[in-house]
Structure formats: C-alpha cells, structure tokens
C-alpha cells in the first residue's frame, strides 16, 4: 500500500524518529507516478548480470563479423532470435550498401633503399582468435579509391589543416608526393581528405607507439597496448559530407533506391590510403631526410623525426572489391500501452572490423541486458506507456551504413514519431561519459544520479562531479560544485547518433564508461575476447552499469507523464557557443592583425635561422566585424521562454503532489508532448549544412576538418575559423531564426503547460 | 678635427640636405667623450677577427685540460703569454682545492637478469680528439661520495621535490633504493641532494634521448646531437649552499687556508651517484617493473617507462681520489689612468671536463681577441679611465672553483674596488642573451644596439626584440615593442658571476649567443674542436659578436664619466618580483584550501583506480596572510629615489652638452662613481641567506631546490614555496631593509648629481 506525501509529510513530523525524506519526483513524473517509476526501476536495476554479458560477448565476438561476412548474418540472427526470447517483436531489415573489401594493397620503400610493408597482424598464441586468418578483413582503410601511385615521402605529423600549415612555413611541399600521417589529432578520414586538397597523390596512416603503442604501457598479449604489427582499420570515406552508403545519400539504400555510380561518389577519398603499424612504419620514417620537426609532432620511434622529402620514394597500391553488399539492421519493438506512436529508440551496432568485443560488444551486451530486463518487467506487468525501439546496427564501422540507411527509410515516421534516441558502442571502466542535446541535459543529470559506480561507494554522477573538479581549472570547479547539473558535451560523429540527431533533427544522447583502462587494440584482430577479458571491464561490472544507466533513461521517457525535456540548460548552453563565437572572431581578428604587423616589422626575415630557413606567412585580409545581433536577441527570447517553462513546470508539479492523479488530463499532456518531441527538429534547417546540405541541425555538427570531433554552431564557427567573412552574418540569422522559433515553441509550451489542468 | 655640437647643429639647419642625427650620447658620457669613445668602439669593433679565433680554439682544445691535468697547466701558462703578448700585465694566480677525480666505477643490474654497464664513450672515427683516452676524466660526476650501495631500481623522472610527490601519491618510496633520474628539470646537483632526502641509497643520472639525444636530431658524428654512449660529466656538490672548494667556504683556499676534512665538507654528496648514457641506461629502464609513469614523465628509448621498484636490483660503486689539485686562474691587468682604483672584470674559465671546444673554449677565444683588441688601442694611445682585469678562470666545471677562491681570497679588495664583473662561458649561434644585474639593464641594452648579428640585417638588440615578440604573449609583445628597453634575466648559478654577484654583491652581466644550433656534446669527450667546426659557430662570426658586445661594455664602464647605473629598471623589476610573491601566496594559499576541501570532499577515494591505486595527499596547514608593506613601501622609495636620480642624470647630460668638459668636476664625479659601485652592495646582507650563508645577495640567488635556475627575492620566495611561513615576514623585512639601504643611497646620489658643477 502506497501513501500519498501529504500523509507521510504528517506522520514525518508527528514522529519522534525522522524518516528519509520522500525523494523529489522524477522529472515529467508526478508525485506517484514518480513513485510507481521508481519501483519498476528497482526491479530494473537488479535484472543485468554480468556473467550472462560475458557469455553474451564470448558468442558474439567468436568469429570476425564484419559487413557481409556470415558471421555478421549469422549474430543479426542470434540477436533477433534473443530479442525474440525477452518478449519483443523483432526482424532483420536488410540494405544493399557500397562497402570495399581489398584486392590488392603494397606499399613499399623504392628508394634509396629498398623495403616492403608486411600489412599483416600476426596471430598469437595464446589468444584464440587472432589466429582466424580466412574470415578476417585485411588491414586497410575502407572507401580509398582505388589507385597505384609512387611519390617522394613526407611526413604530415598528424595531416589536418595547421599541420600544412607548418610544412608551408619550412618550404615543404607535398605536391605529388605520398604522405605519412599518424593516426590522432582528427578523425583519419580528414587526412587523405587535407592531403589531396594539397596536392600529395597517396596517403599512409600508422598508430605511433607515443599516442598508441609501448609509451602507454606494455603491449599485448602482455599488456592491453597496440603491439608493433597491429594496425588500425577503419573507414576514410568523406563522412562530415555524409555518412551512410556512399550511393545512397538521403535516401534509403533499398533494392531499388537511385543510385551513385562508384565513379560518382562525392564520399570516396581523392587519393589512396593505406593504414598500417608503427612495425611498418618505422623504415619508412627513418628514410627521410629534411628538418627536424618540432617537437609536438615527435612520436614515440627510436629516431628522429623529419618532414622530407628527400630521397625517399614510395610506391602505395590499392584496389579494392567494389561490389554491394547486404545490411542485417535488428530491429525489435517493445509496443507502447497508451503512446504507442511516440517512439523511444535506443541503439548500439552489432557489426566490427574483425572481432570487436570492445567495439561493439562491451556496449551490445548491455543493450541486450537491457532488452532482457525490460522483456521481463513486461512480463510482471509493467507497460510502458510509449512504444520501445532497440535497434541493433549493421554497418556502423564503414560509416554509420545500418544506422543511416535505416534512418533514411524511415524518415517521416520518425520526424513525426520518434521522442529520443539513446546511442551506446564501446564500454570500459571507470567514469559515465554522457554527451547529446542540451534540453537533455537535465534529465540525464537525473538518470546518472540514480546509478551506482562499481567501484567507489558513490553513485555515477557524484564519481564524475569528482571527477570535474579534479581535472578542472577554477572556474569548472566551481561549477561543478555550485551548477544543478553536471554539463554533458555535445556530438560530433563517430557513431550511430548521427542520422538521428543531425539529421533528422531528434533529440540524441550517447553514453558509455570510460578512462581508466587505456588499449591499442582498436580496429585490429587484436579487439578480441581474450584482450576484453583481460585488460577491460573483465568483471563485467561496468557493463551493468551501462546497461543500468542506459534502461533507466529508456523508461523513464517511455513513461513520463510529461516528456523530460528542460530548455534552460539548453538556452544557456547556446549562449556560451554564442559567447565563444564572438571571443573566436575578436581572436582570430587580433591574430591576423598582429601576423600583418608582424610581416610588417621584417620579424620573420630577422628571426630567420640560414641553416635550417622558414617563410615568413602572407598577409591575410582584417577580419570585419560580426552582426551578433540576431543571435543574441534570440538567445534572450529563447532564455526568457525556457524560465517559463520552468515556471509552468513546477507549478505543473505542485499542483500533481495534490492530487493522485496528476494535474493535467491525458489528452492535454498528449499533445504538449507530441510538440515537445518537435523542440529539437525546430533547431534545425531544411536547407542543411553550407556544403553539406545532409547535416540539418544548426546547433552541433561534426567538423568539416576535424571529423567526430563537433562544432557547435557549425556554418558561423567553421566560416569563422576559415576566413570565410562573407557568409558568417548569414549563418548567424539562419541559426538565430531557428533558437527564435524553439523559443517561440517552448514558450507556447509553457502557457499550454501553465493552463493545463 | 671634431666639431661641437651647436656647431653642427647649426650647419645642418641651415643646410639643405638633411645630416643623419647626432646620436644620443652614450650612458655615463656627454656629448664630447661619447664621441671619443664611438671613436674608440669603432676602431674596437673591426679588429676581432674569427680565423684567429677558430686557431686558438683548436689550439686550446687539442687535449684534455681538466683540472689538475698537465694540459690545463699548459694552456694557463699559453693565456698569461697571450695577454703578455697583448700588452697586458699577466700572471697565474694558484689555489689547492678538492677535485676527486675517479678511481672506480660500476653500475650493474644484479636482478632479476644482469646486465653491467660499459660506462665509456667510445671513440669516433674522423674525430681525432675522441680517442685521446690516456688523457680524458672518466664519465662521472665530482663530489659524489664514495660508496657501495645495492637496492631496487626507481625511476624518478628528473628527481625534483614534484616527482616525489608524484611518486608518493603512487605508493612508491625511494627508502633503501637506487634512483635513476632524467638529466634535466633542474641542476644536476639537485637529483642526488633529493633523492638522499627521500632514503635513497645511490643515484644514477642519464641522458634521455628525448631531451639529449636522437629526439631533437642526427647524432653526433653525423649531427651535432648526443650519440647513444655519449655521458654528461658534471659536479654534484651542492652549490646553492655554496660554491667553490668544498673545503673553504668563503676564504680563498691558499696553502696555509684552514680547511674541512673531507668528511666534514658539508657540500659533498649524501650518497654515491653517477652519470651513464642512454645507451647504458635503456637496460635499466627496461628491467622496471610496476605502474606506468604520467605522460610528462616518458623519455625517448623505446620502450614502456615505469616507476619501479620491482625485482630489478642495481649495484653502484663510487670511489674516488679526494687529494687536492692545484688550480691556475690567469689574470690579466690593463691599468687605469685616473680611477686606477676603480676595476671593471671581465671573465671565462679555460677548464673543461674534457676538451671543451664548446665549454668553455667558444666564450674564452671572444675574451681572448677582446684582450688583443684592447691591447692594440692601447698600443694606439686609447687609455682607459679605470683598471680593466681580464681573468681566464681555472675550476668552473668542478664548481666555480678559479673564480670563488680567487674572489674569496681578494674579497676586500673587490668589495671596495670592483665596479662591475662581466662573464661569458659558451657560445654559438643565434640571439645575445643576456642576464644580470638590473641596474645595468638600461646600460647593457645600450651596448646590444651597437652590435650586428652575423646573419640578419640588424642589430643583436633588434633581433631580440623581434624574437621576443615572435615569441610572446600579447602582453609581452607589447612590451616588447614600447618598453625603451628589452628586459635581461636574473642570474641564478651555473657560471663564474657568482661569488661576484652573490657572495660580494658586484652588480653583473653574463654574455651568450645561442638559441640556434642544437647540441648534445655537454661534458663529454665529444664536445671538441671537430663537432664545434662542423655543428656551431663554425665561421665564429658569433664569436667576434661576442667579443664585440662584451669589449664594448667594458670599454664602456672603463671609460664612462659617471658609471651607467641606472635604478629606474632595477626598482620597477624589484616591484615585479614583490607582485610575484603576493601572487604566489595566494596562489598557494588557494592550492592549500582546495586541496584540503577535495580531501574533505571524499574526491581522492571517490576517483581512484582500483587497479593502479594512488594515495589522497595529506591536509595541509592554511596559509597566512602575509606583511608586504615595509617590501611594497621600500619599493616607493626606491622607485621614487630612481626617478629623483634619473632627472639629476639627465639635467647633468644637458649641462655637459653646453660646455666642453662636462658640467661636474672631477672629484664630484670620482666621489659619485665610488658610491655608485656600492650600490649593489646595499642589495646583501652580511648573515647571508637562511641555510646558506655564503649567499648574501638578497635579490637574486641560485634556488636551493633548482640549482642553475634563478630564485629572486630568495628569502621569501623560498619560504613560501616551501611552506615555511613562520619565517617569512622576517625575510620580507630584510628585503625591505636592503631596498630602503638602496633607496637611500640612490637619493643622496641625487642630490649630489643634480648639485655637481
């Protein structure tokens, strides 16, 4: 039997002994039912078991399962069939994608001496499966063009835009040249992406053993390092334009969707790449000649680093298989009781490179932990008021291929359906790295305090309030003490949130545990079982948390009275961006013009060392002043608009503590919602991204040259950084109209909300 | 024939073509004898000339000439008939110090493998000084203890009081332990003075490629850089409690000085230690078991750095020959024609570790042609004011030893006669840097703007400025260019201007080109006249600029009217310094109060590593707020007695320009000059500092803890780093005191200034 607060608050005071407070209501939840949530999600809580991911895992990483491999068939089948067994209605949904498999891949030193790469990660004994040579994908870089190419060699450090920029100022040119990069720095599609817009003609990519190698700690099977001869695959295709299927931009890839000629593909890169290890690359870089390069670009290698080029040559060739092959998306549905077309989506991919029990199965498991336990609550009678989507992805790994196609073929039904998507891929030990939109915030904040860590005696959200304060400069100290809630960061790219978020416009959020266990098995034969079981979150414990974390936030908006999205987090996010735009353009205007006063005084010519020479820069054009304005009107209306809401919210809550029932009828609540879930499309444009017309949300998109790495604001942050004057002010009306419309939607939410009774 | 300037002033006003400006006259002359000594200066300036400076260098590099060698002999009794040769009076000055030179050396691994250090620097093919092995010091470093000692192997990084605290919180102690440490972070010194602090055994000290080695470029002999073998030799006595024979602190160590046993010599090492290269040192390394070292930790070798202790165990022998050696400073007079009294030094020692063509040879030949250029106007009937001493001093490397004895032994004579002391010891290419006294400051920038760099097309004092801009942060840009003059560094130790500077308080300079070439031959047999000819100065263009500037300062004092002092510069530094340590009071009181609440807060326990543990710090005792005001009020009054003494010296620059002979007579004029040399004096104090009372200058002073690098205002800054706050409003005063001594003394200066006819 349940008491209503009113009575408890009574006996509270009456009592000589004080009782724990009554916990404040979940947000979008009334006094009970905050209670009846917080009771299933107990149940909820105590249903993911590590032993049961640990087998989970065992089974699913067993063979390398790669795009069109049978074991990718063969798991989207098991899965299915699990999902099946907890309860849920589930199918495969296939898709017909470009994915290249290698034909052909030399690399090879052809002067002055002479030295053939190996591009073969030998297996080791002792771990099982890195012996599966026949169904393994060969080390390369999925969407290089196809290409046979000899050139000098130069060393980029890690090849994004600064980078050449450095090389110009020493007189190093990489005009027909192939160049080397090391991985980091950006995500690896942008250097062979950066390295063609200068005119090289083949690009490597090698794992320094400094940023990942020996330098972190002992290398597998020893430790859980990057061994000499591992290598990172990985896709390069043009992904800030537009993941998915290269020939399929927009649109579904099914049987008879319009597509690209291979030829046609605006995604696949201009010249070939090839990644390999540090094994291989250790001949290569000590045949250059040249300058020595400064010291942030050294790596780890017991030689000295230079740009070239010089006598060394070097002959790339790439050829790959360019046929279509088949996606196997999992698609399981758990149905809604009252709101069954509002839909909560939660997904991690299933695909790999090779193996990939970190990457993706420390993060699958737990979504299938997940799946079971909310199958089983089903099962004793809960019934969620929304309708439960958990998807599993093919196809992530070559370009977010299962998640976009899938998106793309749905889109209509999820720009009107779709409430949230929840994104999970790898998991390790340690802190709950939350990152997604921003009228999430708050209600994420509320989900992480709920999840205790495994390993401190503290709950998620306290270990990385700790955390923050720890790690931060004085003013994030005092922040994380003093602000209500912990700040998530915003998505860039790099997994299956993408199509929901930037480009249907669905509010996202992506979690997973991370930062104490570091590995250099990422993308090579070596992400296995024996390396997870090992070096990772080997207890599985983190993989419950996950699994806690990421269910509790899946019910909870299921069976919110009222959607938890909270605007004033959000306005005051968009003003820090706002804030930071202005602080970039006054820098960047004071850089140029000191540069300019700089080539003025002769510095450059006068610091000029004769023996190992530089060039001084050219003059740049001043900076014009921005028109801020609009932005920053709307920013008040949207900050003005989101403390009304607030206000209507709480006393929205008050008045539901009254009465058991809750204040507001269904059918009001219903349709505030139904608006609610539009809140985050109104932040974007239908026109898209300048360049990228794919990218729709104005608030956060992956870097043009940076890759997963996001630019918030994008059109007025990216014109800015790229001296591109004449379209900033543009940019801010077209993002100032958007946070004017979100402000004009919250606000109509708050009088509906205030009125609803 | 000279024209006075009205004169000329006339002619070219009524010219038609414009003359170039007269230049303003030089600090401390008017109008009249700054045109003789331009006249001087010019004639100076072309007569260095840099093939002899290239014959001397291999002349006086041809063999080993530590201390105590017969080739150190030699080259002293060569420089006193050089300056003879010069027209100099010459003699050798001899004092008896303790100089341990090696008797045996071993470092082995003992477990759980072995390995025996070969502890050699193999000679080089091509380089002919290389093989004279009959004749070289061993690689080791002097003052160590005698000791045989075996214990777990730690690895410390630079083996500074930071790195113990890291190790602390790793749960690693050093009680019963060999440390191995990094060269760098600090003097060398330093490494086993804390490591024996901590319950250390023995200290190993090695060459890290990454910061002397193939990191920064080709090894030696196909570059200049540190070849895998290659050993910094170096003294380890602990100079920030005093330089010198370890025997007679503060009295010159003649035949019948009373000395210290060698065991009561309180600057000898606590433990034994040793020098090795990274080629010894990487089996070392290797062997360390335990957790993984920060980041910042990480050397170049190829391999993964770990703290230790483990099972590796080391075994370090020291013994040594502890008799005393004879030292053979030369000193060279050119006498004064009418402030005989007055005398202006001028110093570079002439021993080396080994052959030195760098150390010290490079800086000694630029004195040398300075002595034969002096000489030769001389010759010409150029007479200097004062006396000018040149000294090529014995024992810097073991410890300043030449110049400390010889300045202990003749202390009266220097307190009452020494104008200024001008030091150099390497040189090479690039950038004149400059540190010393800042009531010199305005005077030496004076003397920069009247030296060519070798390379660009404008003065070393303009290639400093634009570096310093091309360099800086916005504020320091801007200083950069409105401040009238670039700012010079303090001096902390590392070459002769300390017992000058520190011990007598005779305001200094120290000299160097460099900043360009990067080498790593420091203290090793490769540091000779082949690697010099081939990787430095190699045209010594850079020496004849060295020689250039320094002559010309000396020059300068010998011959100014009223000694260039000048206090304006001096008193805004002294205010920066004060600014300094409020600012790192609160600095440190604010680490305090956050640590102590993060401690409070449960942060250390909440965000530990179960699988690499650390340990929460220990709560510290709240800072005091501290008593600046007699320091800030002491700094008022010099600031206003130096802009008081500025208005009298320019008021005197204008009478001097109406008449021909200068407005003050004289003996005003000796009068002012004899008081104005005492005005360093006023900045020590007789007792010295706290724990080291050989050093009485209250200013400046090598730091207890870093050895080489400066520590200004050391009383406080020292206490207060360290956590001695009791004793630190005590120093405060003694500041103060010295700095209203100072004021003082500038005042009266001011008033008979502005008062001389």
Partial sequence: MRVTVPILLGVGALSLTPTAPSPEPLRGFTTESSRVERD????????????????????????????????????????????????????????????????????????????KAKLQEPSLSGDPTSGQHDEQLPTYNAYSIDGDVTGPLVFVNYGVPADYEELERHGVSVKGAVVIAKYGGSWRGIKPKVAAEHGAVGCLIYSDPRDDGFGGGAVFPNGPMRPRDGVQRGSVADMPTYPGDPLTPGVGATKDAKRYTVAEAP????????????????????????????????????????????????????????????LNDVIARLPGSSETDQWVIRGNHHDAWVNGAEDPISGLVAELEEARALGDL??????????????????????????????????????????????????????????????????????????????????????????????????SRREAREREDLRIGALGSGSDYSP???????????????????????????????????????????????????????????????????????????????????????????????????????????????????????????????????????????????????????????????????????????T?????????????TQDGLAKRPWYTHLLYAPGYYTGYGVKTMPGVREAIEQGEWSTVNGEIERIAAALTREASLVSQLAVTLAGAR
């Fill in 40 to 115: 299933w999600e107990t149940r909820f809580r105590a249903i993911p078991d590590p032993a049961r991911m640990r087998s989970m895992m065992e089974r699913l990483s067993a063979r390398p399962h790669h795009v069109g491999s049978p074991y990718d068939r063969a798991n989207a089948e098991w899965l299915r069939d699990q999902f099946r067994s907890f309860g849920w209605q589930a199918e495969i949904e296939n898709f017909d994608v470009l994915f290249p498999t290698p034909k052909e891949r030399v690399i090879e030193l052809v002067a002055p001496t002479t030295f």
């Fill in 267 to 326: 995604t696949i890169t201009k010249i070939p790449v090839l990644p390999i290890s540090y094994g291989d690359a250790e001949p290569l870089l000590s045949a250059l000649t040249g300058d020595v390069v400064p010291d942030s670009w050294r790596g780890g290698l017991p030689i000295t680093y230079r740009f070239g080029p010089g006598a060394a040559r070097v002959h790339l060739r790439v050829k790959s298989d360019w046929s279509l092959k088949t």
């Fill in 378 to 475: 089903y099962k004793q009678g809960w019934r969620p008021k929304r309708t439960i989507i958990y998807a599993a992805w093919d196809g992530e790994e070559p370009g977010l291929l299962g998640s976009t196609e899938w998106a793309e073929a749905h889109a209509d039904e999820l720009r009107q359906h779709a409430v949230a998507y929840l994104n999970s891929d790898t998991n390790g030990r340690g802190y709950l790295d939350i990152e997604g939109s921003h009228s999430l915030e708050k209600f994420i904040n509320g989900v992480e305090k709920d999840v205790a860590d495994p390993e401190a005696n503290v709950s998620s959200w306290k270990r990385n309030q700790l955390a923050a304060i720890r790690r931060g400069s004085a003013e």
């Fill in 500 to 670: 929901f978020l930037q480009h249907l416009g669905i509010a996202s959020l992506n979690l997973g545990y991370g930062g104490e266990d570091e590995g250099g098995i990422y993308h090579s034969i070596y992400d296995d079982f024996y390396w997870y079981t090992h070096f990772s979150d080997t207890a599985f414990v983190y993989g419950r948390a996950l699994a806690q974390a990421a269910g509790q936030a899946v019910m909870r908006l299921a069976d919110a009275d009222l959607l938890p999205f909270a605007f004033a987090n959000l306005a005051e996010t968009a003003q820090r961006y706002a804030t930071e735009l202005q602080q970039l353009r006054d820098r960047r205007a004071m850089e140029i013009t000191e540069r300019n006063r700089e080539i003025e005084e002769g510095l450059f010519a006068a610091t000029n060392d004769p023996r190992s020479p530089t060039r001084a820069p050219a003059t740049q054009a001043r900076a014009p002043q921005l028109e801020f304005a609009p932005l920053l009107n709307a920013l008040d209306s949207l900050t003005r608009a989101a403390q009304q809401y607030e206000k209507a919210y709480s006393q929205w809550v008050d008045r539901s503590g009254v009465t058991q029932a809750g204040a507001a009828s269904a059918s009001t609540l219903k």
């Fill in 672 to 684: 505030i919602n139904e608006r609610l879930i539009q809140a985050e499309r109104a932040l974007t």
